[in-house]
């Protein structure tokens, strides 16, 4: 009598064991040996590899995303021009001219704005955990000059930059609504002025990225390059 029961318990277990990742819950009914009914409700909570198993049955394929950054060191320096290779450094120290003299008492420069890096980017997944692809990334600064005595705009000073850059996206933690991701890019950044316009090489670098959705998701990243130090966005996969 209790080895049947027994019998029939284990069966139950490895039933139980079985049951498919996605179930939420599960009721069994059972008669032992002796006659009585049993009633048992299950529970289930998938696993992490249930769940790396679900993510990889979506067959993405498409990836955009749009992406507002914080200020950088090479965004800051790319605009005030300290990255560009023509030092502005003549060499001999003169002193000011009568007329550069005046000016200091006659004009004033306002604050300087800055417009945060915006980044739209594109990837294209060639493996699962594997994507390749592209990002722009804009960004400006504008300060004007301004006649002390009546206040009197003299000269708008407009600094904007334009990148394009090709990037490799690779995912380390895959989940059915979380994944983290690094990613590392190279290209060019066309730097223009009232003056004149130059073209350097950038670069872009994501240390450390989570993702958290499906489809349409949510994201933040930390990084270096051209589209800031801390960065977040919305992104839609399909």
């Known amino acids: 009598m209790k080895h049947g029961f027994t019998f029939r318990l284990i069966c139950l277990l490895i039933a139980l064991a079985t049951l498919p ?10 008669v032992d040996d002796e006659g009585v009914h049993h009633v048992v409700h299950v ?39 300290e990255l560009l290779s023509i030092s502005k450094d003549t060499g001999a120290k003169t002193l000011p001219t009568t007329s550069e003299q005046l000016a200091k008492y006659r004009y004033y420069t306002t604050p ?11 990837s294209y997944y060639i493996k699962k955990w594997l994507s390749v692809g592209g990002i722009t990334t804009f960004t400006a600064l504008y300060n004007e000059e301004r006649n002390i005595a009546n206040d009197e705009m003299l000269r708008a000073n407009c600094t904007f930059a ?17 994944q983290l991701y690094s990613a590392v890019g190279a290209g060019l950044v066309a730097r223009f002025d009232d003056d ?16 958290v959705g499906k489809g349409v998701y949510g994201f933040a990243e930390v990084g270096a390059g051209l589209s800031g130090f801390v960065r977040a966005g919305i992104g839609c996969r399909f």
């Open 21 to 30: 990742a996605r179930s939420v819950a599960q009721t069994y009914e059972y």
């Open 43 to 81: 529970v289930e909570r998938d696993s992490d590899e249930d769940e790396v198993r679900e993510y990889d049955t979506i067959r993405w394929r498409h990836n955009l995303r749009l992406t507002f950054g914080t200020l950088s060191y090479v965004q800051t320096a790319l605009l005030n021009g």
């Open 112 to 122: 300087t704005y800055m417009i945060t890096p915006i980044t739209v980017g594109y």
């Open 162 to 178: 334009i990148s394009a850059i090709a990037n490799v996206r690779f995912e380390y933690m895959r989940r059915r609504y979380v």
């Open 196 to 211: 004149s316009g130059i073209i350097i090489p950038m670069y872009d670098l994501t240390y450390f990225g989570i993702v």
